[in-house]
Each structure stands twice: as structure tokens, then as C-alpha cells.
């Protein structure tokens, strides 16, 4: 059947658009010459080639499908009444019309049709070298693969398109699942043998073999949960084939995986990181070939996971100094005006946090005020960056004590800076880095000499807080402090487990604005740990003063999770909790606070594992990183979870409606047959 240009018509422009700006992987653009001579020489198919990775970088891998990806699950929930993405979060009033569905769909068969194209080409190219020409192939193979897997999951039955044709089929049908999955692979395996172990050009930007065999794990378990075969084998066995064979051969393959949790997201990691097999490579304002116009293509997700602190701080009170650190530009946070997404409290107890530095390497839960004494010394921009040491200081008074519950012996001691940033324009005309480094504790004269420290990653803070801590203004404690040891602390200091809603036995629902809710102010109920994996603070990875957006790579598969896929497939083969249980050691080996940690006695070390071990440490690992509702869907494990992890989520969900989602009315609306299509019963 032949469903062709329709599917991303509204799109292609903004594809092309995007095409060497957004990715960079090429400079070629010669456009006095038509499409058609460009196309037919190597130069310009292989620019036009980078167009097959746009959709990575444009909704797919930013909030849009970070959101349809997580949440709606068991890990997350909305803080606050907001009705903002009810429809993903709560499943209340979705329908075809909903952006962010209509976006995950749009962006991914935009970059299909240009997968299709380059395919489409190749053959008849002019010039160019055979083996890199195979090679470009295959990365759109891979590309595609992707792209459909993602839309599989979400939408299910599909038209499957393999050719860019310019004539519209307005009477479009759908392939069944299994044909969708069953090119995916074929794909899949076409670029495993033909990527090379390294990228093309040692291009870190392009993906390579380890990225194949990653994704073949994935989506083999994925289609499993489908209860699909290949050759007399179910889908579980296949994904375990290919979960050992990369986990074996790491060497092999140019995969690595660090042996401490807190270097995956360390910013020096960032750009090229060992654990990562697939990755949406984001602009470097460094590069002479950064465009700041691509701007609006850069993700933000990361603000849809913090607290609004000046929700909970008003700025005449001078604790959380608003007035030069703004809840929308801040040089440390960046912009904290969204609060969409909060951990549920299932997620917050998977973690235990007295062994497990995963905690704060995922959450942020001590909150500060910065300098910018090195941004002022270098003749940096203007405010946020611009803070003037003494101007971040806090002095604690008696109103601060009464509004904010701060025990008044408290009253005339400091709470100082935890960050001091610097400023300094990346490249012409393009952005302002804010780069920070901490102050150590003890340091209170806003010399920066001695007195300073590059950390891994400014946003991870020492655990526990100590009570004498005198760096941060909040604190959000996992341990369930009494109040005489709250008490002994100068900063505000709020017990996680008292920002839930009692009532609500699931634990996802925050108080929520309640009135009478047992705070000193009862506006704390707006803040709540904050996942920060996307939220790249370091040199490179701001886009100026557009504090709502950030520069650094997003990680869309790493080799954690083939571990995870590896446990999950053998509990589904062979049901082996012990042989489970080895895969799940090595991420919780790895993430102990400290060697001895690693021990049945602690915890940390599992002798045999159960499906809920398996859903834990997928938490635990991959929380917020594009897994989670597909690792629900395939295990069709919804309505278990959310019953008892969510019931937010469990009282709107309908088991024969939204294990899919809605087809977007924007292309129901162009079609002939859109009854006949169907919108998945939405």
C-alpha cells in the first residue's frame, strides 16, 4: 500500500529547516543548485542525510515525548492542582487534539519520510565512497527503526511507509503490529552489519553498532509484550539473546558502563559519555557552526520537574533572593516556572537513599542562593549573572523565623551561597555560559581564591544536609526528621513524606495548596524533589539568556538498561529470580554510597529477584528517561501499578482505550477514510 507525503506534509518544512542547523553533522548546503543536482552528488545526499536525525532533537526527545514516555505511569504525578497535561498525566479528556501527542507523531514521521528519501537515493548517487555511502544507509535504517518504534508503542497498528513517493494516498491503512515490528528489526539488523563499531567521521554525533544491538534488546522486548515470535522464538528469548550479547561483548562493540553512578550524568560526561549507545547530540555554542536561530528546537523538559521556589518564598522576605536570582532566570537552576511533574512517593521510596547515591544524583532537594563574584570579575552580562556576594547572603530574622518555621535561636546567623558562577559568551552573538563552581563549606568572604571547587555536577549536593549546613535556604529531607531536629537547623527544612495527602494511601497526591496542612507556611506544599538528569549546568550546555532551554546531550538508550532488559527477559523465559538477580546487582554494585554498602545485610545486593525487583530498578536507573510507560505497556502492567502506586491515574484509566493513543485529528482531518482509519476508540 502506499501512504506517502501526507503523514508529514505539515511538517517537511520545518524538517528541512532544521536540517544541518539542528544536527551539525555537515556543512554542505549549496543552495543556488535544485534539489535534484544536490541530491545526486554524495555531498549533498550526505547533508541532506542529517535531516534523518532532526526528529531526535526536535519534539521527540524534548517534552513533549518526555512527557508521553513517563508520565501517566506509577512514577509520576502533577504537585499541584494544575490541569496543565492532565491528558498525559491523569488520562482525563485526551483526545486527537492534544500537542503533545500530535507532536510525538508529526516529529517522528517527518524524520521517517526523510529516512525513506535518503534510502530512496542511494542507489543512484554519482560519486561517493561505496562503504561510507552503506554506512549512511544504515544509520537511516537505524533512524527509521526508531522512529517507528516509538510510534508502535504509542499509537500501535500503523501505515508502514518505506518509500518517499510524491503522490498522496488519501485512503491510507494500517499494518498490523507484528509487520510493523518485523521491519523494524529487519532494519535494525541491516544497520547492526553495516554501522561500524565506531561512528562515521568518529563523529560522536552519528550512531554506531552499539546502538543496534541496544535497540534490538529493546525492541524485542517491546514487541514481546505483544506476544510476538521470530522463528519458533518468543520475543522475551530474542531480547535476552541480544541484552547478553552486548552485555558479553561490550569490548567488542565500543560499550562501556561506568562503575559509579554519579559519572553518568557528571557534566564532563555530558558531550561524550561511555554508558551512552544513542544519544540526541545537542548543539555546542563552542562550534563554528552553532546557530542560535535554532533556539525554539532545543528541549525543556527539565523545568517541567522543578519546584517554583517563588511559590514558596515571597520576595519581600529576602530568602530566596528573587530579586537577583528569578524564578525565570536563574544562573544556577535556570527557569523554575513550569512544576508540572513530580515524583510519586512509590518512586521516592524506591530509593534508599542511606546507600544508594542514585538518590541525589537523580533528585535535587537542597536548594540554594548563588553568587556571580567570578561573572562580576570578568565583566560578565548583566543580572542573573551578576550577583554580588554580599547581595546572596541571608541574614535569618525574627519574621523569617515566624513566616518560615526557622527555631529563633537561629536568628542572626547566615545562610551563604552554594554555587558562584562565572559568565562569558561561548561565540558570536550566540549565548552566555553561566559556569558554576561551589563554595566550600566554611568559606563566608566571597573570596574566590581557596574558597571555590569544580564539582562533577553543581546541581548534586552533599547527603544528608548536616544540621550545621549553612549553604542552603531548604531542604527537603528523605529521612523522617522530629522536630527538635529540624529545630537545630538555620534553613527551612520540610520532611518529603509530609508533602503528601494522607488520604491518599497511593501516595500521588501532594497536599496541594491545602490550607490548615501542618506547615509554618502552608505554601511549602508547592515544592517537592526535583528530578534534574536534564537539567545540564555546565560550560556549553546554556543557551544564554533563554533560561528555559538547554544545550547538553539527552541520552535516549544507555547501557544500564540492557541490563534491566536482560533481568526483565529472564523473568519472562525462564523465571529465574537468582539469574535475574546478577543483572540487578551490577547497577546496585555500582551505586552504592560506599564499597562495604554492597551486602544482603544493606539491601543493595539481591540472592533472587521477582518482577517488582525488575520494575524497581528500572525506577531506581532509568526514572524520567523515556522508558517508563513502554515498560508498563509491554508488560501490561497499568492497571496493577497505577491501582497501586497512582490512583490519580487509576480513576480515569480504561484498559481498551489508553494502552494507546489518539490518533491526531490533524491527519484524520486530510484523509478520505478516517472511520475506516480509526482513532483508537478515542
Not at 539542528?22 to 535544485?34: A, F, G, R, T, V
Not at 522512529?147 to 513517493?165: H, K, M, R
Not at 561511555?274 to 562550534?287: I, K, M, R, W
Amino acid at each position: 500500500m502506499k501512504m506517502k507525503n501526507l503523514l508529514y506534509k505539515s511538517i517537511f518544512g520545518l524538517s528541512v529547516a532544521l536540517s544541518v542547523t539542528s544536527c551539525k553533522l555537515d556543512e554542505y548546503n549549496p543552495i543556488s543548485l535544485s534539489e535534484q543536482d544536490v541530491l545526486s552528488k554524495y555531498d549533498g545526499w550526505k547533508a541532506y542525510q542529517s535531516n534523518c536525525y532532526t526528529g531526535l532533537w526536535g519534539t521527540l526527545i524534548s517534552m513533549p515525548y518526555g512527557l508521553c514516555s513517563e508520565v501517566g505511569t506509577d512514577l509520576w504525578t502533577n504537585p499541584s492542582n494544575s490541569i496543565n497535561y492532565r491528558q498525559v498525566i491523569y488520562y482525563q479528556d485526551l483526545t486527537t487534539d492534544f500537542n503533545l501527542v500530535t507532536n510525538v507523531w508529526n516529529y517522528a514521521w517527518g524524520s521517517i519520510k526523510d529516512c525513506n528519501k535518503t534510502i530512496q537515493l542511494a542507489p543512484d548517487l554519482k560519486d561517493g565512497k561505496a562503504s561510507d555511502i552503506n554506512t549512511l544507509v544504515a544509520e537511516a535504517k537505524l533512524l527509521r527503526a526508531y522512529y517507528y518504534s516509538t510510534l508502535v508503542v504509542q499509537f500501535g497498528e500503523l501505515p508502514l511507509i518505506l518509500t518517499d513517493d510524491p503522490i498522496k494516498d488519501l485512503n491510507p491503512t494500517r499494518n498490523s503490529v507484528a509487520e510493523i515490528y518485523a521491519q523494524i528489526i529487519s532494519d535494525l539488523r541491516d544497520a547492526f552489519n553495516n554501522l561500524g563499531v565506531a561512528p562515521l567521521d568518529n563523529n560522536p554525533q552519528r550512531v554506531s553498532k552499539k546502538a543496534a544491538l541496544g535497540l534490538l534488546a529493546r525492541v524485542y522486548a517491546q514487541g514481546a509484550g505483544e506476544d510476538l515470535k521470530e522463528g519458533g522464538k518468543s520475543y522475551w528469548v530474542r531480547a535476552k539473546e541480544c541484552a547478553d550479547s552486548l552485555i558479553n561483548g561490550m569490548g567488542t562493540y565500543g560499550a562501556a558502563m561506568y562503575d559509579d553512578f554519579a559519572k553518568v550524568f557528571a557534566s564532563a560526561n555530558n558531550r561524550i559519555n561511555q554508558e551512552v549507545l544513542f544519544t540526541a547530540y545537542g548543539l555546542d555554542p563552542y562550534s563554528p557552526s552553532y546557530d542560535v536561530s535554532t533556539a525554539n528546537s532545543k528541549p525543556n523538559l527539565y523545568l517541567h520537574y522543578y519546584p517554583k521556589l517563588d511559590d514558596a518564598f515571597d520576595p519581600k522576605d529576602n530568602y530566596f533572593k528573587r530579586t537577583v536570582n528569578s524564578n525565570t532566570s536563574n544562573a544556577y537552576y535556570g527557569r523554575l516556572n513550569q512544576a508540572f511533574v513530580a515524583p510519586t512517593k512509590y518512586l521516592i521510596n524506591c530509593f534508599d537513599a542511606k546507600y544508594d547515591k542514585r538518590w541525589e544524583n537523580t533528585f535535587q532537594t537542597a536548594f540554594a542562593n548563588y553568587s556571580g563574584v567570578r561573572a562580576i570579575a570578568s565583566g560578565g552580562p548583566p543580572a542573573p549573572a551578576n550577583v554580588k556576594y554580599a547581595d546572596a547572603v541571608i541574614t535569618i530574622t525574627k519574621a523569617m523565623c515566624d513566616k518560615y518555621g526557622i527555631d529563633p535561636v537561629h536568628i542572626g546567623k547566615k545562610i551563604y551561597p552554594y554555587v558562584d558562577v562565572d559568565a562569558k559568551n561561548a561565540s558570536k552573538g550566540a549565548t552566555w555560559q553561566y559556569i558554576p563552581q561551589v563554595w566550600n563549606k566554611g568559606a563566608t568572604t566571597g573570596v574566590p581564591a581557596g574558597n571555590l571547587t569544580t564539582v562533577a555536577n553543581a546541581n548534586v549536593h552533599p547527603y544528608p544536609i548536616a544540621k550545621d549546613e549553612d549553604r542552603f535556604f531548604l531542604y527537603l529531607s528523605k529521612d523522617k526528621l522530629t522536630d527538635a531536629e529540624k529545630a537545630e537547623r538555620a534553613y527551612v527544612t520540610i520532611n518529603i513524606d509530609d508533602l503528601f495527602d494522607a488520604s491518599d494511601p497511593t501516595g500521588s497526591t501532594y497536599k496541594a495548596n491545602a490550607a490548615g496542612n501542618g506547615f509554618a507556611n502552608p505554601a511549602f506544599v508547592t515544592q517537592f524533589p526535583a528530578m534534574q538528569k536534564f537539567n545540564h549546568n555546565f560550560d556549553g550546555g546554556w543557551l544564554g539568556g533563554d533560561f528555559q532551554r538547554k544545550l547538553g546531550n539527552i541520552m535516549i538508550m544507555r547501557m544500564a538498561e540492557v541490563y534491566l532488559i536482560a533481568a526483565e527477559a529472564t523473568m519472562h523465559t525462564t523465571n529465574d529470580g537468582a539469574a535475574a538477580a546478577n543483572y540487578l546487582n551490577v547497577l546496585r554494585k555500582r551505586a552504592c554510597r560506599n564499597v562495604a554498602d554492597y551486602s544482603v545485610a544493606t539491601g543493595m545486593q539481591l540472592t533472587t529477584a521477582t518482577m517488582n525487583d525488575v520494575f524497581d530498578e528500572y525506577a531506581r536507573e532509568l526514572c524520567g528517561e523515556f522508558t517508563r510507560w513502554a515498560l508498563l505497556k509491554r508488560n501490561k502492567a497499568f492497571e496493577s501499578r497505577l491501582q497501586t502506586y497512582n490512583k490519580k491515574a487509576f480513576a480515569n484509566f480504561i484498559p481498551a482505550k489508553h494502552y494507546k493513543r489518539p490518533i491526531p485529528f490533524s491527519f484524520l482531518n486530510q484523509i478520505n477514510n478516517a472511520s475506516e482509519f480509526g482513532n483508537n476508540g478515542y
